[in-house]
């Protein structure tokens, strides 16, 4: 994972931040053309952070359009997707078809095609850029998400897709609980779900929740290995990394979600036993498979006796204990 990289149009004069802001995207993401919609000064700030080979990239800033066409898709380079969600307000988009995308959803843009994108207002996107290879890993077909807006709709997948989207951050995605490896591919299995015809989970065999419940006993037994894997899983049952991320997307569920269910409710046992009664939340973090205290902490209710728990620990002093 490389670091976090920032522009800003602050870092230029009013007079050559459109050209700053043109030059930036063109080089993080693919080339376009970029035209201020609006009389004031333009403004834009980015941070793009890449992970295994996808970039993501948190953006703001005032209104703009910007256009794909047949010069800029000759100096692309290679064949590339953008999942974008802005966040803050509704946008459009010409890319097979018009569309507005409401604030919140995603929409999926192929970069073989051309599009023009129209921000009419302040805007708060997460873009992120995926080689097709890596799409193709996960999505046979991509031409089924592409060019219509994903998400919206409570208790489907690509709302839950657009969702979690909407909260990949480079810095969240380099601070989380989780390694940021592991996020991106729990996105791109829950792509492989929201490219379902329904966005629901797959109706599955008899055989594949056998094959379920023991990838899920492995994950449950196995959690409180910090550098636990997908790969590791699949490997202790002697199977393809393929078949473990189809078979858990075949019921609606990834590694990382199940690998964070296992581990908080490790830590919540832990936190509510007397037998943990001397541990400090780092310790009772590390054991249940975080690599620090506060990735515990973020994912407690603060309502729930658990987090009351969690605030006495950390204010108990640490105190020796007896062999």
Not at 209 to 215: F, M, Q
Not at 272 to 283: C, K, L, N, W
Not at 299 to 306: C, E, I, R, T, V
């Amino acid at each position: 994972m490389s670091a976090i990289v920032t522009w800003s149009t602050n870092a230029v004069p009013r007079t050559q931040r459109l050209d700053y802001f043109a030059a930036a995207l063109s080089s993080a993401l693919v080339p376009m053309q970029v035209e201020a919609t609006h009389t004031g000064a333009l403004a834009s700030h980015m941070s793009m952070l890449e992970i295994d080979d996808v970039d993501v990239l948190s953006q703001c800033g005032s209104a703009h359009r910007s256009l794909r066409g047949r010069a800029e898709l000759a100096r692309s380079g290679a064949h590339t997707y953008h999942l974008i969600v802005n966040r803050r307000a509704a946008w459009y988009v010409e890319h097979a078809g018009a569309t507005r995308v409401r604030a919140g959803q995603a929409f999926l843009i192929d970069s073989a095609r051309a599009n023009l994108i129209e921000m009419p207002s302040a805007y708060e996107v997460i873009h992120v850029k995926m080689p097709e290879a890596w799409l193709r890993r996960w999505v046979r077909e991509p031409s089924r998400l592409v060019g219509r807006p994903l998400g919206g709709e409570v208790g489907q997948m690509d709302h839950a897709l657009a969702a979690f989207v909407a909260g990949m951050t480079p810095h969240a995605l380099r601070d989380g609980p989780l390694p940021a490896l592991m996020m991106i591919d729990h996105l791109g299995a829950m792509l492989a779900m929201a490219s379902g015809t329904t966005g629901r989970p797959i109706a599955a065999s008899s055989a594949a929740l056998a094959l379920y419940n023991k990838v899920f006993a492995c994950i449950a037994n196995r959690s409180a290995e910090s550098l636990l894997s997908p790969g590791d899983i699949a490997n202790s049952l002697e199977i393809a990394e393929s078949e473990l991320h189809s078979v858990l997307a075949s019921f609606g569920d990834t590694f990382a979600s199940l690998l964070v269910t296992h581990r908080l409710a490790n830590a919540r046992r832990m936190l509510a036993s007397r037998a943990f009664e001397t541990f400090t939340v780092p310790e009772i973090a590390l054991r249940a498979g975080f690599s620090r205290g506060a990735d515990l902490t973020k994912l407690l209710d603060p309502g729930d006796a658990s987090a009351s728990d969690t605030r006495e620990a950390q204010d108990r002093p640490k105190r020796l204990r007896s062999s």
